[in-house]
């Protein structure tokens, strides 16, 4: 079982910054992969970020390259997803997600990620 608690999030004005955490606990990460998602109202969750908790690659959606950055703290078992220069499409509720199952890539289907976090609400005005 792996538990997490997100904080981070809020109300921002466009071009401006945020960083969300997601500190778990419950079991170890080596075999996973972890990723941001978001959801929108009345919108499908959406894959964000993510890498491979023991690989170099980070992965991005297209529509926030250059502006994100997922990274992690080995210690805290934390991840976090640095956002700059926020846009009003970015406005969305945020979930940090584990896959316990081994990929190459980490997967980008929501469906395939097995322990989410509550969700924190990120909301950029123009």
């Known amino acids: 079982q792996v538990r997490f608690v997100q904080s981070g999030g809020g109300l921002v004005q466009e071009g401006a910054s945020l960083r969300l955490s997601c500190a778990a606990s419950?079991?170890?990460?080596?075999?996973?992969?972890v990723a941001w998602f978001r959801q929108a109202p009345g919108k499908k969750r959406e894959f964000v970020a993510a890498?491979?908790?023991?690989?170099?690659?980070?992965y991005y959606a297209d529509s926030v390259k250059d502006r994100f950055t997922i990274s992690k703290d080995n210690a805290k078992s934390t991840v976090y997803l640095q956002m700059n220069s926020l846009k009003p499409e970015d406005t969305a509720v945020y979930y940090c997600a584990v896959d316990t199952r081994w990929r190459v890539e980490p997967a980008r289907e929501h469906g395939l990620y097995e322990f989410w976090g509550q969700g924190t609400q990120v909301t950029v005005s123009s």
């Open positions: 419950g079991r170890t990460f080596s075999e996973s992969a």
């Open positions: 890498f491979n908790w023991n690989g170099p690659n980070t």
